[in-house]
């Protein structure tokens, strides 16, 4: 039970009281292991790897820092942000969640109808779990997947359940709940009849497998056939029938077992790629954790996007035919596009991974342990359909192939697929890209297309901080972990400084080591790392911290130098393209002074 305190009662933003509410050491101690560090908390950053921890956590300011190689650091939304490879948005309502913080939207009627598609979907999930261990034909199911090897705990897990065999039990149920059967119908769960205008349930004897989003909740189902049963129409019955798109649910945006998988991706740094439920939950049950599923849907790039957060290294494991456009191969192209790192799991000839691993989870691991990368997959699979030593062969070995190595964004790995298949054709390499130019995205296909708007979509790789800002945030530190050097900084070394870190240094002058209040956020987003690294900084015994300091500021002063000398270099070969004969002979006086003060810099 939460007490609300005056100050939160008086806090009119959600974030301010979320903030408030909860700590971020309990947030990230969710998440990954912390180990107390004097008055902060360390770990291994979760976000690269690393075998010495330089991920810290400061309760006293609410904040979090890579002090390696990402630079990551923020407060807990941007933490759960990255960690479970969301936006704002989500990040807020899993931490709202946690809070017990009501969040307040601008369109009434949107959320309400949100809110209320959530609670039918919770409803219902509950609904057919309690059907799976009561109803006849539930139990029937359950003895179903018990006999694939499933296990109880899986089964409650995953919180699967079973539609009986009637037309309206869901609805009436969720009727008697207080909710129409119009918004029962929108949220996924009942059809309306042609004919009478009567609802009914869409699933209906069928195992269910209730779709999650990356808070655990039920968004979507899935339901799938157990047992064969002739239809009046004497058409064969769908193995699956899906939830279709709602206001929660699109399968285009979903990858199934996301929410339970994430963290088991990054620690792993690879994600393993099946194609239905049962694979999905059979896998993860093997102790692979890091295990996601399509649902009725080929990979699109929102899906690409979304896992690229977590790991670039995919492993397939689903039946992968490399020849003609199928789905999986139009997703697997997106995936090479994007730039993943792509091995495929080779699964035996008519064989799921479910099937594998109820036979012997151990052949499963060998699969896993042996798995291709996607030029070895692509050439043998390739040529086990084709004798490289005719024509006609040839011909088809190039016409598999060249349209797979065109896709290939990076020139170095597509250089090697390309010297590869010149050995195998006993062809010039310049024969292949001959035949590769001619090859354009448009004459690939849809699946050509989607490759480009996906590489569109990438995110953009963090900005690596100059040498430069290393030195002025390390410089910083120490002048917050020793404060008697701050008066080794003269003015007019303030000028070597870029203006946010001129401006902390002012103020440190001026104000103490105290924030004013009024002092801009994006510099206090600078300034709060700086502290937490003062605290966290392990000082050697014999540690001179002026020597330290001087250092700092020599090397600082050598980049600026060393900029102004090529500023100047520049404004030189301008002004002889111009014959500014003038103009030339004042740089070269300037540039002279220049290289004075670095050789005087140098001996110093």
């Known amino acids: 039970m939460i007490i609300l305190n005056l100050q939160e009662i008086m806090l009119s933003s959600p974030i301010d009281e979320i903030k408030n509410r909860l700590d971020v050491v309990e947030v990230i101690q969710s998440y990954i292991k912390l180990q107390k ?46 960690i479970e490879g969301v936006e704002f948005g ?20 949107l959320k309400t109808a949100r809110r209320r598609f959530y609670e039918i979907c919770e409803l219902a999930s509950r609904f057919f779990e309690k059907q799976l261990e009561n109803n006849s034909g539930g139990k029937e199911a359950k003895k179903y997947l018990l006999s694939r090897g499933m296990k109880e705990e899986s089964i409650k897990k995953w919180r699967l359940g079973y539609a009986p065999d009637t037309w309206r039990g869901l609805s009436d149920f969720l009727v008697g709940k207080g909710y129409k059967r119009e918004e029962i119908a929108k949220a996924g769960l009942a059809l309306k009849s042609e004919k009478g205008g009567d609802y009914y349930d869409r699933f209906r004897r069928r195992i269910i497998f209730p779709v999650f989003n990356l808070s655990s909740q039920p968004i979507g189902f899935g339901g799938r056939i157990f047992k064969e049963r002739e239809r009046p ?11 279709p798109s709602t206001l929660l649910y699109d399968k285009s945006n979903i990858l199934y077992g996301l929410n339970k998988a994430g963290m088991a991706i990054r620690k792993k740094d690879s994600c393993i790629l099946v194609e239905g439920y049962i694979d999905e939950i059979m896998v993860n049950q093997a102790g692979f954790e890091n295990v996601v599923a399509t649902s009725g849907t080929a990979l699109t790039s929102y899906q690409l996007k979304i896992l690229k957060r977590y790991s670039e290294n995919l492993l397939t494991a689903f039946d992968m035919d490399i020849a003609g456009d199928s789905a999986t191969k139009r997703g697997i192209d997106l995936a090479q596009v994007s730039g993943f790192n792509i091995r495929v799991i080779t699964m035996p000839k008519d064989s799921d991974p479910a099937a594998v691993i109820f036979k012997d989870p151990k052949i499963w691991e060998n699969l896993v342990e042996k798995a291709k990368t996607i030029h070895d997959f692509y050439f ?4 086990s359909k084709f004798d490289k030593n005719t024509l006609e062969d040839k011909k088809g070995i190039s016409k598999t192939l060249l349209p797979i190595i065109k896709k290939i964004p990076n020139k170095i790995e597509q250089t090697y697929w390309i010297q590869d298949l010149a050995g195998i054709l006993n062809v010039k390499e310049e024969n292949v890209l001959e035949e590769l130019q001619k090859l354009t995205f448009q004459n690939l296909g849809q ?7 996906a590489d569109k979509e990438i995110t953009t790789p963090l900005r690596q901080k100059s040498r430069k800002e290393l030195l002025e945030e390390h410089l910083i530190a120490l002048t917050i972990k020793f404060p008697q050097i701050l008066n080794l900084i003269a003015e007019q070394d303030l000028k070597l400084f870029s203006p946010q870190f001129s401006l902390i240094i002012n103020n440190f002058k001026n104000e103490g080591f105290v924030l004013k209040n009024d002092f801009p956020k994006e510099l206090t987003d600078i300034i709060n790392p700086l502290f937490l690294k003062a605290e966290v900084m392990e000082i050697e015994p014999g540690f001179n911290s002026e020597k330290e300091f001087k250092y700092c500021l020599k090397e600082i002063k050598a980049i600026e130098i060393k900029n102004k000398l090529d500023e100047i270099s520049q404004e030189i070969k301008r002004a002889e393209e111009e014959k500014d004969f003038n103009k030339i002979q004042k740089l070269m006086e300037e540039f002279n002074l220049y290289s004075k003060s670095r050789s005087e810099l140098e001996t110093a």
């Open 90 to 109: 989500d990040a807020l309502r899993i931490l709202a969640q946690k809070a017990g913080v009501e969040l307040r939207k601008q369109s009434p009627e």
């Open 233 to 243: 129409d004497g058409q064969e019955e769908a193995k699956y029938v899906n939830t």
């Open 37 to 82: 560090a004097g008055a902060s908390y360390r770990a291994l950053c979760p976000f690269h790897s690393e075998k010495k921890p330089s991920f810290f956590v400061s309760p006293a300011r609410q904040i979090w820092h890579c002090f390696g190689s990402c630079s990551e650091g923020g407060d807990i939304f941007k933490f759960v942000m990255k």
């Open 380 to 383: 043998e699979t390739t040529l």
């Open 447 to 453: 699946s050509g297309q989607e490759a480009d708007q």
